[in-house]
Nanobody, 123 residues
Framework: QVQLVESGGGLVQAGGSLRLSCAAS????????MGWFRQAPGKEREFVAAIGWSGGMTDYADPVKGRFTISRDNAKNTVYLQMNSLKPEDTAVYSC????????????????WGQGTQVTVSS
């Protein structure tokens, strides 16, 4: 079992930055690939970014390429999502997920999910 807890969401103006964190429980964090997804009101959950087990491999959705950076610290059992140049369309609940496949771009390929953190970008 892996428990995931996100933090770092909030309200920011367009053009601003936020860093999300996802802390994982358990001793096997490094055996999981990690992903970030987001879901805006009335929309389906969508892939944002993924990172491999050691952090050497990453993948991003086209809308966030060049603006978001995913990273992980296996010693701290934490994965991060640095979000720069935020836009109003980035407004959503952001959730992290753990799975055994990389890259995994769909929610069904992840086994564990956090509760999510709200990110709101004002124009």
């Amino acid at each position: 079992q892996v428990q995931l807890v996100e933090s770092g969401g909030g309200l920011v103006q367009a053009g601003g930055s936020l860093r999300l964190s996802c802390a994982a429980s358990g001793r096997t964090f490094s055996s999981y690939a990690m992903g970030w997804f987001r879901q805006a009101p009335g929309k389906e959950r969508e892939f944002v970014a993924a990172i491999g087990w050691s952090g050497g491999m990453t993948d991003y959705a086209d809308p966030v390429k060049g603006r978001f950076t995913i990273s992980r610290d296996n010693a701290k059992n934490t994965v991060y999502l640095q979000m720069n140049s935020l836009k109003p369309e980035d407004t959503a609940v952001y959730s992290c997920a753990a799975g055994t496949r990389f890259p995994a771009l769909v929610p069904d390929r992840y086994d564990y999910w956090g509760q999510g953190t709200q990110v709101t970008v004002s124009s």
